[in-house]
């Protein structure tokens, strides 16, 4: 269970925004954050994974605090066993792909977890491939998977998919489904596609104006 | 007859100022790129401050500060037995002063042009700020890294005002080439000034080409990313 509770006002081009969320996710759960640009998405999961501090809330994930303003802990992002996922993949430049995955194993770590997400995801004739060399597909695939190395407790996925073609979206997507399932994991994409907010997730949180305007399942949103 | 013995302590000069420009450098130029700290506006002009300040006002202020007439001078030569006007390490002090930002803003340059995201990647895989540096944003930034020791390296070679200033002109211990080529025109020996100059001319071209051949390599890499 996760448990979120912010508040931040972030600055943007059309002036402050105050965020305001307080929201729980179960186990189990995939919740897409929905919702017009600059509406402090990708925000929220930057402050969930402790790339950015909030101005005052909590964040607790299976009973563990993350983040308490009121008791002055700050879990850094290290710390949290979190997988993240960005729009441009984020693969370094100077690693093949399985010194990508590699560089996330926690140090003296066996490297069996990596071939086996290798073997899971049909990477292992890429692994001695630079990232320059891949589609872009190739990369969004290898990025989804360096991410679960660490057998992470929450899998944040901002517009991960956007900048693919459909055929490797749906692709890509079933990754997502395959990988929440297996893990186990707490799950949040930040999307603009209401077809994959379909597919994927069981949840919608609906933002607007920094603040949850409405929480209902998918089917819901074109209701 | 050619002296090579001037460009022997340019080139020692240059060497030991780029070493430890790059060892001073890389952690500067990281603290500035990342830091969200108001105060590295300041830090940033003062590093900048050589590029736009005459040579002769900065060797001016170091030879009063590293004189023993002066409070600082006077303290390293009593108590540490350092005397840095018109001796070598003075030279090297002043040469880091000199030449720092073309060590520090070339690197800063390329950290601030690596996407965020790849810092943002590696924290969220478990691993510290050295780690990150070490194994992730220095390998790519290697064309910057190289650009900054290539360019402190050739300013350090091509300095005059700071070294006349804070070493005069001491055979085999401050007579760099830029101040053999002066002392030869003083001398009316110009055949030798020509001789030394057209050596740091051939020199500073190729110094110049090497740069931008790695950078036009750089940039197609980053165009073919």
């Known amino acids: 269970m996760m448990k979120i509770n912010l508040t931040h006002t972030l600055i943007g081009a059309d002036g402050p925004l105050h965020l305001n969320i307080d929201v729980d996710i179960h186990d189990g759960e995939l919740v897409s954050l929905y919702g017009p640009t600059g509406s402090g998405k990708s925000s929220i999961l930057r402050m969930i994974a402790g790339l950015m501090k909030p101005d005052d809330g909590t964040i607790e994930v299976d009973r563990a605090m993350w983040y308490s303003k009121s008791n002055r802990l700050f879990t850094k992002p290290q710390y949290r066993h979190v997988g993240i996922v960005f729009q441009d993949y984020s693969l370094f430049p100077n690693m093949t792909v399985r010194e990508n995955l590699t560089f996330a194993l926690p140090q003296g770590e066996p490297t069996r977890i990596v071939d086996e997400l290798l073997d899971i995801t049909e990477l292992k004739n890429l692994q001695h491939k630079k990232p320059h060399l891949l589609s872009g597909g190739q990369k969004q695939r290898i990025a989804l998977t360096r991410a679960l190395v660490r057998k992470p407790r929450v899998l944040l996925l901002d517009e991960p998919l956007s900048a693919l073609d459909s055929e490797m979206r749906a692709k890509l997507q079933d990754y997502i489904l395959k990988f929440h399932a297996e893990f186990k994991l707490k799950t949040i994409l930040v999307s603009h596609d209401l077809p994959e907010i379909m597919k994927l997730s069981n949840r919608v949180l609906v933002l607007e104006g920094g603040r949850i305007i409405k929480d209902c399942p998918p089917r819901a949103l074109i209701a | ?225």
Not at chain 2, 33 to 38: D, L, N, Q, T
Not at chain 2, 193 to 200: E, K, P, Q, T, V
């Open chain 2, 1 to 225: 007859m050619w002296d090579f013995a001037p460009f022997i302590l340019t080139l020692k000069l240059s060497l030991v100022t780029t070493a430890i420009l790059f060892i001073v450098g890389v952690p500067l130029a990281y603290w500035l790129a990342y830091s969200r700290f108001k105060i590295k506006v300041v830090v940033e002009a003062l590093v900048a401050l050589p590029i736009v300040l005459p040579p002769s006002v900065l060797g001016f202020y170091l030879l009063l500060a590293f004189s023993p007439q002066n409070t600082f001078g006077r303290l390293l030569h009593e108590y540490l037995d350092i005397q840095f006007v018109f001796s070598f390490p003075g030279l090297v002090i002043a040469s880091l002063i000199y030449s720092m930002p073309f060590m520090v803003q070339p690197i800063q340059s390329g950290f601030q042009q690596l996407p965020r995201t790849l810092l943002d990647a590696a924290y969220t895989l478990g691993k510290g700020r050295m780690t990150t540096l070490i194994k992730v944003l220095l390998p790519n930034i290697k064309a910057s890294l190289l650009t900054g020791c290539i360019l402190a390296f050739a300013h350090t070679i091509g300095e005059f005002g700071v070294v006349l200033m804070v070493g005069g002109n001491i055979p085999d211990e401050t007579r760099v080439i830029s101040i053999a080529i002066y002392d030869e025109v003083e001398s009316m020996n110009y055949d030798k000034a020509n001789m030394y100059s057209i050596a740091l001319l051939a020199f500073s071209f190729m110094i110049l080409t090497i740069v931008y051949i790695i950078n036009y390599n750089h940039r197609r890499k980053i165009e073919i990313l």
